[in-house]
């Protein structure tokens, strides 16, 4: 206790400048340590994994599911299943929604506050659902991981709210630099999908954590990019057509996907938690049994599909048996990504149509890498409704600048195709509601979770009694405050000092000076009165507005517990300087 409190007066004031919203150097070095801390998760994370896999799997790849007898297949993902359901049966406590998603509605109506048991489960869950073999990506979980690392550590230092959310993007674009090593998608992805803001407060400390993420991962891992991606050249316009095909075959598998994880999630809402992660289990056994290729995270697939060294039969397999194991594992629980499997997906669909096209039209088509890559970026463009972290994937992927014009192309029809034509939102926001979860943002919410309470309140302000006397009314309007605060701390009345100067100033002309009353009751002058309700130091602005329209107060006091049972007031804020805030 005597440490923390040698040092809270720095801490006060590190909360006072992190509370605004463009305060640039102590963001930038919270992006730094969020992204290392955040690293160095994904990367246990991944050496877990795939050191479990080596361990367990024929050959020398972490993937080799193909090498299992049948028998195996199916019983691994089983196990793995039942294993999934009874941690999570015994130890989520009914919180079931984990990765992207749960980042998601924790940012929305929380603050983006997550929780160490979610963080233990994401990884022990994940860790489990891929080394058995079930269909689901890790950049989800790497995402969660590194979003609950930031938010962790933001919580342990008490740092305000608007700061927390800031780690909590932070994260995320940590998880998916250290999943491609695609810094800059990290960062876009982390705008677009889960922070919705684009100021330079926000991407300063989220490109830092992308970098240092990135960074780290490379350290370990080294530069290898997720896929082999073969040199390429986009053919001519004469290949519009087929691109556009291509696109609207995107779009409509994405719909697809995404119907079929709604559905099996509804259809399984009410039963209990190992039923349905062992029946996903079971699902992808049965399916691994026929399409092994399905099993896993899949990367080794994408890789021979942008080489277009699989025959039409196997990636028309490999499209179907996918989208039904992943919609099913997802739908029904496992805690695992839908990055991975909207990527394998395109790039099976991808690579058919480059197959397809360069047999019919050889002297015209672009080459089968140049397809799967199209038709990497649609799907996740289409599936996740984000068109700029796509874009930015395919495009660090192949440092190829030429892809950006034909992949802005098919990722805006895809998208158009899953949103417009079929009704679909992103994948993310339909698992929320098929969880009977909600997700709803607006601007205004945006511009208030950006800024804590410190950034719009009011200091000018004094303390005094409800009966106070002439003198004590002249020393408290002496340094000119603009509020007067009244009252015990369960129940505090804010004033204007207007009002008090005035109510002295007219006692004193209409009965003279002398003659004037000595004490003054300020509950019963004439002036605007506000009860108060407290709010806590770190809260941002959003949640001072929330606070407000529950309707049990008219303005707040911001306030800080200093020392055990010692409360100190640093400001008032009312609906006004709220609304200042984001009308400016």
Known sequence: MKLRERFDPVSERLLLKLARANTLLPLALIGLITGIASGGVIVAFRLIVENSQLAILPGDHPEAYEALDPWLRLLLPIVAGLLIGLLFQRAAGGDYVLGVARVMERLAYHQGYLHARGFFLQFFGAAIAIIGGHSVGREGPNIYLGAAAGSLLGQYFQLPNNSIRTMVGCGVAAGIAASFNTPLAGVIFALEVVMLDYTLASFTPVILAAVSANALSISVFGRAPAFDVPAMIPGSLLEAPLVMLLALVCGTLAAAFIDLLQRFSRWSAAWPFWSKATLAGVIVGVIGVAAPASMGIGYDTVSAALHGDLALPLLALAIFAKL?????????????????????????????????????????????????????????????????SAL?????????????????????????????????????????????????????????????????????????????????????????????????????????????????????????????????????????????????????????????????????????????????????????????????
Request: charged share 20%.
């Open 324 to 388: 039904l194991a992943s919609a099913a594992c997802v739908g029904l629980g496992i805690p695992g990504g839908m990055i991975g499997p909207a990527l394998f997906i395109g790039a099976c669909t991808g690579s058919l149509f480059g197959l397809i096209g360069n047999q019919l039209f050889p002297d015209t088509v672009s080459s089968v890498a140049f397809y799967t890559l199209l038709g990497m970026g649609a799907l996740m463009g289409a599936s996740l409704q984000a068109p700029l």
């Open 392 to 584: 930015t994937a395919i495009v660090e992927l192949t440092h190829n600048p030429a892809v950006v014009m034909p992949g802005m192309f098919v990722i805006v029809i895809a998208g158009l195709t899953a949103s417009e034509l079929f009704g679909k939102e992103s994948i993310f926001i339909s698992l929320l509601k098929a969880k009977g979860l909600d997700y709803r943002d607006s601007p205004v919410m945006q511009s208030l979770r950006r800024a804590g309470v410190a950034a719009s309140m009011s200091d000018s302000f004094r303390r005094a009694d409800a009966v106070i006397s002439r003198d004590v009314a002249r020393k408290l309007l002496e340094s000119h405050p603009e509020w007067i605060v009244f009252g015990e701390r369960s129940a505090m009345t804010l004033m204007p000092s207007l009002d008090l100067l005035r109510h002295l100033e007219e006692r004193e002309l209409a009965a003279g000076d002398d003659a004037a009353p000595s004490s003054i009751d300020l509950r019963a002058i004439p002036a605007r009165r506000m009860e108060l309700g407290a709010i806590h130091l770190q809260a941002t602005l959003q949640q001072a507005k929330e606070r407000l329209d529950q309707g049990d107060a008219e303005a707040l006091y911001v306030e800080r517990m200093n020392a055990p049972g010692i409360h100190r007031i640093y400001g008032i804020l009312t609906r006004e300087m709220i609304e200042s805030s984001y009308s400016a």
